[in-house]
C-alpha cells in the first residue's frame, strides 16, 4: 500500500510538471509575437508572465530596457506601469466599503465637500464614488496643472490635497452616469477621498492595504535605491524613432503618488494582484466586493477593471503594459512593454492575448 501511494505521488507530481510544459511549448506563437517585434526594432523589450491556476507557464524577458547601457529585459526588470494602478487605487477605496466607511453610491461632495458646486451647465446632478471608479463621473479627462512629463519634480511635490480642488472647479463634461469617458482625473478625486476617510496619505494607505497583503514587495510609487539599477527605461515613439521619455531619478522626491498611474511594479507582483481577483478577493477583500469590482458598471467597466471580453477583467497602460485574468480558464496573463506607442504596443497587446487565451482555454 505504502508503495503504492508513493507511486501515485510521483505520477501525480510529474503530470503536473508536465501539464505546464506542455501549455508553454503551445505558447510558442504567442511569444514569437514578442521576439519578432523586439528582433524588427518596433520594441525595445519586454517582460512576459502567464500563470494558469497559480501555475507559472511562461516567465521570460526579451531584448533590452535599457538602450543606452544595453541593460537586458530580466523577468524581475521593475517598470512604470501606468494606469495598471487605476485597479489598485480603486481596489484600496473598496477596503474602505469593506470597512462600513465609505457608501459606493453616495456623491463625492459627501466626502470633498469642495464638489458641492461642481456640476454641468445643465443640472446639478454630482458624481458618486461608484462612477469615478467605472468612468462614468463628468469629470474632465486630463488631470489640471500636471505637465507633460509625469514625473517632473514639481509635480511629484504637490499632494492630492491640492490637486483634488483643482478638479473640483472644472466643470463635468456630461452628466454623471449618462456617458462614459476615460478620466485620469477622477482617480485622484478618489484617492484624496482616500486619505481623508483613512487619515492616511494614499501611497501609505496602499502600501498597508493592497501591496503588503499580497506580497508585492517590488512594487511602489517610488523605487528603492538599491534596485533602481533594475528599473527599465521608458521610450516614447515620435516620428519614425523611438526616443528616451523617462530615465528613473532616484533623487526623486515623491510627495504626489498619482493614484492614476504613479506606480512601478514587475509582471510577478502584478500577477499577484490579479490573482486575487480569480481567488475571491483573498487576502485583501471580501468575495462580495471583489466580484463587485468585476461586474459590469458602465460600458465597458467594472470597478477599476476593464471589461472587454467575457469572462474577463483587465487593464492596460500608456507606458506599454497589460494586465489581465480570466475567471473561465484560470488564466493571468502580464506583458510589460516599456514604451509609449498606442497604435504599435496596443497591436501587440491584442494578438499576444488573443493567442494566449486560445490556447489557454481550449479543454
Not at 510529474?14 to 508553454?24: E, T, V, Y
Not at 524588427?40 to 511562461?58: C, F, R, T, W, Y
Not at 507633460?148 to 511629484?156: A, N
Amino acid at each position: 500500500m505504502r508503495n503504492l501511494k508513493v507511486q501515485l505521488f510521483v505520477m501525480m507530481s510529474s503530470l503536473g510538471f508536465a501539464l505546464p510544459l506542455a501549455n508553454a511549448q503551445l505558447l510558442k506563437p504567442a511569444l514569437d509575437i514578442i521576439e519578432q517585434a523586439v528582433s524588427s526594432g518596433d520594441i525595445p523589450g519586454a517582460s512576459v508572465l502567464i500563470l494558469q491556476n497559480e501555475k507559472i507557464i511562461v516567465d521570460r524577458a526579451f531584448g533590452i530596457c535599457d538602450r543606452r547601457d544595453q541593460r537586458a529585459f530580466q523577468p524581475d526588470t521593475i517598470c512604470w506601469i501606468a494606469s495598471l494602478t487605476k485597479p489598485i487605487t480603486a481596489a484600496a477605496a473598496m477596503t474602505l466599503v469593506e470597512d462600513g466607511k465609505l457608501d459606493l453610491d453616495a456623491t463625492v461632495d459627501q466626502y470633498l465637500p469642495e464638489f458641492r458646486h461642481q456640476a454641468t451647465k445643465k443640472e446639478r446632478r454630482l458624481p458618486t464614488v461608484r462612477q469615478l471608479m467605472c468612468h462614468s463621473s463628468g469629470i474632465q479627462s486630463s488631470v489640471p496643472q500636471r505637465p507633460r512629463f509625469f514625473f517632473d519634480q514639481k509635480w511629484y511635490s504637490r499632494s492630492l490635497k491640492e490637486i483634488a480642488p483643482a478638479i473640483a472647479e472644472t466643470e463635468l463634461v456630461f452628466a454623471p452616469g449618462t456617458k462614459v469617458q476615460y478620466s485620469n482625473a477622477a482617480p485622484y478625486v478618489l484617492g484624496r477621498i482616500i486619505e481623508v476617510l483613512s487619515g492616511q496619505n494614499f501611497g501609505d494607505y496602499v502600501k498597508a492595504k493592497i501591496l503588503l497583503p499580497l506580497g508585492m514587495n517590488d512594487t511602489g510609487f517610488s523605487v528603492p535605491a538599491e534596485k533602481v539599477d533594475r528599473v527599465a527605461v521608458v521610450y516614447r515613439k515620435e516620428k519614425q524613432s523611438a526616443i528616451e521619455f523617462c530615465r528613473y531619478d532616484p533623487n526623486w522626491q515623491v510627495k504626489m503618488t498619482m493614484p492614476d498611474g504613479g506606480l512601478f511594479s514587475t509582471p510577478a507582483d502584478m500577477a499577484k494582484f490579479a490573482s486575487a481577483f480569480l481567488n475571491g478577493g483573498k487576502p485583501i477583500l471580501s468575495t462580495k466586493l471583489a466580484d463587485e469590482m468585476l461586474s459590469p458598471q458602465s460600458k465597458g467597466y467594472g470597478l477599476g477593471w476593464i471589461l472587454d471580453e467575457p469572462g474577463q477583467f483587465s487593464h492596460w497602460g500608456s507606458s506599454g503594459t497589460l494586465i489581465w485574468g480570466d475567471s473561465k480558464s484560470g488564466v493571468v496573463g502580464v506583458l510589460f512593454i516599456q514604451l509609449q506607442d498606442l497604435k504599435l504596443v496596443g497591436d501587440i497587446h491584442r494578438r499576444f492575448r488573443s493567442t494566449v487565451t486560445q490556447v489557454l482555454s481550449k479543454p
